[in-house]
């Protein structure tokens, strides 16, 4: 069955880096646009990060760009987010995600196929 499990999160302080992971299986992973959700307590599940099967491609919201790196390797079928220079703000849990749409589209919660469980990550000030 379709699995993508995360990894990497945790407790960091403002500013500083944090590496997450997520391991898929189950589907045709290069076949598919992959990318990575945030949600914080309280709030909706957002968008952070998008990349084509292809790696050529990628799509980053405004609130993360310049600072998180999105990249995947298809033939272990895994999929990277590298953060940097952290803020309270990213406090969130996040979420790997993959799509048979284009990285813009997969912005939209409602075109991705397949979603992990999670990782927590707490940035303190």
């Known amino acids: 069955q379709v699995q993508l499990v995360e990894s990497g999160g945790g407790l960091v302080q403002s500013g500083g880096s944090l590496r997450l992971s997520c391991a898929a299986s189950g589907f045709t992973f290069s076949s598919y646009s992959m990318g990575w959700f945030r949600q914080a307590p309280g709030k909706e599940r957002e968008f952070v990060a998008a990349?084509?099967?292809?790696?050529?491609?990628?799509n980053y919201a405004p609130s993360v760009k310049g600072r998180f790196t999105i990249s995947r390797d298809n033939a272990n079928k895994m999929v990277y987010l590298e953060m940097n220079s952290l803020k309270p703000e990213d406090t969130a849990d996040y979420y790997c995600?993959?799509?048979?749409?284009?990285?813009?589209?997969?912005?939209?919660?409602?075109?991705?196929?397949?979603w992990g469980q999670g990782t927590q990550v707490t940035v303190s000030s």
């Open positions: 995600a993959a799509s048979r749409s284009n990285t813009q589209a997969m912005a939209n919660l409602r075109n991705n196929d397949y």
């Open positions: 990349i084509s099967w292809s790696i050529h491609i990628t």
